[in-house]
């Protein structure tokens, strides 16, 4: 440590310190337009310059490191001169045009002349002509406002790893832009103008909308991935006009935003959000009054209840929806309704896998917390494009590997973006992940790498795992997963010499062939290698969705109460009935599959679907559409005409995120604040109102002032969330296990023990995934695009613009074999059904594989799967045809897919030409 003077304050700062760092510490607030904290030093403004005793010129603060005993004196009148000098020179050029700055009011250049008085000054005014670029359709630059510094281009490669930006051209004349003044080609995050300190990039559809002084920030969690961005929403009125990532100790993405959380908003005020309650009149949907449609709905449940039983019912939660209303669906489905039959979308791939960590640790739930990848030396990514999936956690691996203190292994079939930083790229063949990990254990064993003192006292079934391995080595597995025995060997090695190594693994939607099987395998790796149970080593599991995790802990689960309590153990379930004072069902009920299939079948009569749209997210399209066509009652209950809303006999419209309150729990098991920043629609309702007001009115009150009663109530039925209380999630969020009010909170699990005693590791046998036949030659690799999350973004104009369609991807060497060409049109048929797509081109893809994002409406890769592919042993296989023609016709435009897309659009439009003036568009530019 050294000890340095700064203006008669003395001070200790660790060896390598700069001046500004020294100074910040003593909270002496040195100025600076090119310092970034996330950023390199790189000393360009020399606006922080000061003076160093004993020495005979300034210093730039920002990159001068401080040496022991340095006195140092920031506001001299010699200091105070050059950065008026500093600002005079900026402002020779720099037009003064704050009355239409979209910076202007927190401007730093704009603060800096309030506080030092300068105008021209002694230079005048140099007018250079520069360009205003249209980046994007999300992004401007003013290239006249630029002072230099290099913030926007340094974020956008240091962070961001893109480089899209930089500087060109010298003198007076100097710009910063993208290469050969293109049009900008990245992921629009927008980072760069969260940077930029004056107004020289800027979001154009926030441009000339309103004042940053009459716009309110509201605190609030970004409601796409399950990252769980923290930022402000700055609003006027009932509207939002921009978004700020927020970077302080309560937050967990350091500012950093992805282009869904800094531009996405948009689908809050799309005109199609639906206003008032929709009931099925002659075979139509029409307008209803709250308290008809309430009738319906009860009416309708009572005479399936006499009939066939409350088993006849059932309900389907949401993993985009809060904690506090997933909570009451599934307490209104077991104490109002009286059956277990209540699931969610984590069936489908996130619970199987968090069931692996259940039967490993004794928990379902992510070991560690994303904070934790800062003190990992190897990531290990599985089945995961990270970028993509949950940007902001990927966004923490770029900058452990590119610092040099993380080794990268990722294992994927697809060339994302994380592929071109990793160490080790390990392209195994989709479906074949257990193949992967199990010559890696049988490297890790076979060679004596494992971790003996680790294995000796907190393992159980290592005997086992090691002889159901004797036939996996890397060369006889090379052949199913087509990764190179030599390469596998060697992450293996890395693997396991490493102090502290984390996996990270994305399951669901994202990775559908990412199960049970796959998530066993990775924490056979991490128990025998000693990488669980301290910081920095562990496994997490990543979701695209914002609350699956939530929704799991909830009870939103056929099988279990509240805090994954078994519904059939007859102590907790007596317990409930004592809390909710109803008697509760004794059986697991049906979950999300099951329920769909005894619809199908005519045993499930009625399903309640609260914030999701199963005809477009679950596997299965034909098999869904026959149950929803087959039920005697649909509810429907969410912020647009989904197509599952379609077939519903009472549609309910929902308030959205920014519009109420409550809480999420991401990925890593952080409970966060959901601040309502604006007032809903008129006629809409929040989920958990609506859900009280139906349970009273059926004879069970559920009495709660607001949603923070409803977590009071969480916290006396999940002990480990029994001291998340309202008033401790102000600003910052607390990861459970939290038992107790005054417990912090637990970011690391397992750190002495493992809750089921030993951590198990157990015997994973490689499934063969069901062969290609020659009908169905090519592989199907759906997943996810950076632009969308959902179908939600699709109505935020802005993404839209960006990513309209979805786009096939295709290997250049299929794409001969077919005779496609970019820009072509596909029809894709697999056993399920049949989707037409255009053609991209790309190496992403390998060789046999089609690879199709899942996020639009128009082309249901659902359709293509079925419920088996929740199983890492059957992959979907398609076949490729081209088409001449971009219009679905023939057969399946008769079909009930395409009349079901002819009917919203008709819905829509009438909706449209009826509909009061929604107010003005936001969109600027």
Known sequence: ???????????????????????????????????????????????????????????????????????????????????????????????????????????????????????????GHIHVEKRIDHLSPLIEMNQNRCILCGRCSRICDEVQGEGELDFSGRGFPTVVEPAFAKPMDCEFCGQCIQACPVGSLYSRIFKHTAPVW???????????????????????????????????????????????????????????????????????????????AYARILDGMERIRRASGPDALGGIASARCTNEENYLLQKFMRAVVGTNNVDSIARFGHFPGMEALRKAFGVEAPSNSLGDLQHSDLIFVLDSNVTEDDHVAGLKVLKQVRSGKAKLIAANSRGVKITRFADAWLRHAPGTSVALLNSMAFTVLEEGLEDGEFCRHRVGGLEEL??????????????????????VRNAARSFAEARNA???????????????????????????????GRIGAGIIPLSEYNNIQGSMDMGALAEFFPGYQSVADDGIREWFEGQWGAKLPDQPGMNAMSMIRAAAEGGLKGLYVMGENPLSSFPDQGVVMDALEKLDLLVVQD???????????????????????????????????????????????????????????????????????????????IPFYAGILPERLDDRGIHWPCPRPDHPGTEVLHVDRFPSGLGRARPVPYREPRKASANYPYTLVPGTLLYHSGTTTTMAKGLNVIAPT?????????????????????????????????????????????????????VSVNALMGYDTAKESSIAHVSVKRIERVEIKGKEAEGPVSRLKRTVQEIQEKRRQVADEAGPDVSGG
């Open 806 to 858: 979805a786009k096939a991807e295709i290997h250049p060497s299929d794409a001969e074999e077919l005779e496609l060409t970019a820009g072509d049109w596909v029809r894709i048929t697999g056993m399920r059904g049949i989707i037409e797509v255009e053609v991209k081109i790309s190496r992403r893809s390998m060789p046999g594989t089609v690879f199709v994002p899942t996020h639009y409406r128009d």
């Open 1 to 123: 440590m050294f000890t340095v003077t700064v203006d008669g304050k003395e001070v200790k700062v660790p060896r390598g310190s700069t001046i500004l760092q020294a100074a910040r510490k003593l909270e002496i607030d040195i100025p600076t337009f090119c310092d970034h904290k996330y950023l390199l030093p790189f000393g360009s403004c020399r606006m922080c310059v000061v003076e160093v005793e004993g020495t005979d010129r300034l210093f730039a603060s920002c990159v001068v490191p401080v040496t022991d005993g340095m006195e140092i004196h920031t506001n001299t009148a010699r200091v105070r001169r050059a950065r008026e000098t500093v600002l005079e020179l900026l402002l020779t050029y720099h037009p003064l045009e704050c009355p239409v700055c979209p910076q202007s009011g927190r401007c730093l250049l704009q603060d800096m002349v309030f506080e030092h008085g300068k105008d021209y000054g002694r230079f």
């Open 214 to 292: 009459e716009l309110t920030p509201v605190r609030t969690t970004c409601p796409f991935c399950g990252v769980g961005c923290t930022l402000h929403l700055e609003v006027k009125g009932d509207r939002i006009y921009h978004v700020l990532g927020v970077d302080d100790e309560g937050s967990n993405n350091n500012g950093f935003l992805c282009c869904k959380g800094r531009f996405g908003y948009e689908y809050v005020h799309h005109p199609d959000r639906i206003k008032e309650p929709l009931v099925r009149e002659g075979g139509e949907l029409v307008p209803s009054t709250w308290e008809d």
């Open 639 to 717: 912020m647009f005409l989904t197509e599952t809303a379609l077939f519903a006999d009472v549609v309910l419209p929902a308030s959205c995120g920014p519009e109420k309150n409550g809480t999420f729990t991401n990925t890593d098991r952080r409970v966060q604040r959901v601040r309502k920043a604006i007032n809903s629609p008129a006629g809409t309702r929040d989920d958990w109102k609506i859900i009280t007001e139906l349970a009273t009115a059926m004879g069970y009150e559920m009495k709660y002032d607001s949603a923070m009663d409803v977590l009071r109530e969480i916290t006396t039925t």
């Open 466 to 487: 090691r002889a159901s391995l004797a036939d996996s080595s890397p060369e006889k597995m090379e052949e199913i997963t087509r990764v190179p025995a030599d390469l």
């Open 502 to 532: 984390t996996v990270l693994i994305t399951l669901g939607g994202a990775s559908p062939y990412t199960g049970e099987d796959t998530v066993a395998a990775a924490v056979n790796l991490v128990l025998i290698t000693g990488n669980v």
